[in-house]
């Protein structure tokens, strides 16, 4: 499939055959492509904790005001990201740039988000963002369909996946085989949408 129709295809599905499996390397191959997605500084300050325990799903649903999506789908997938990211050993994400790069990034990096706890944020949900996106369309591709989700108690499910200090939870995307299509949707107006050079 190409990117245009993955994108074109791309629903939010709410109905999924909750018997179908997805095998390891589905789910190794879509991580692999979720972790290709853009990050500020290649800080790749996001983590993807994949749920596929069925009695683990059952309890994150109830933690999702009892949307079937959690348990019925193949996987449900927490997006997390460490909000620390840029101070803990930062030369990691250019560990093959000379040295005099690494210093440089590093200090930019450090200007921009120490002390700065907004922006720290900021950047998880930018990421997170943006990887949600790739594995939607990216499961689209492999013949999957999926649906984004804010709607879940953030501190149970963080009690319930033993999230550590430093992480905050960004969303979910389930991923699974529909077996129901979504409801047409209203797009806006194009002009209402797309504002050329000013506001
Ligand atoms: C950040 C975000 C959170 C969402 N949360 C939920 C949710 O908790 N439950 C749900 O059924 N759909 C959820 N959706 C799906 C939206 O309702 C859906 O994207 C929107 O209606 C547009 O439809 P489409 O995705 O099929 O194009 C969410 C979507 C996004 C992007």
Redesign the pocket.
Known sequence: MNVKDAIIE?????HFDRNHEMTEDEKTELMNLAMLSPTSFNMQNWRFVLVDDKNLKEEIKKA??G?N?VADSSILIILCADLKAWEKEPKRYFRNAPEEVQNSIVQYMNGFYNGNERVQRDEAFRSC?IA?QTI?LAAKGMGYDS??????DSKKVAELINLPEDYIIT??VVVGKKVKE??P?DILEYGDVVIKNKF
Do not use: D, L, T
């Open positions: 791309r629903r939010s599905i709410k999702s005001f949307q999506q963002g949600a939607m649906c984004a989700m804010a709607g879940y969303m979910f979504a409801q949707k």
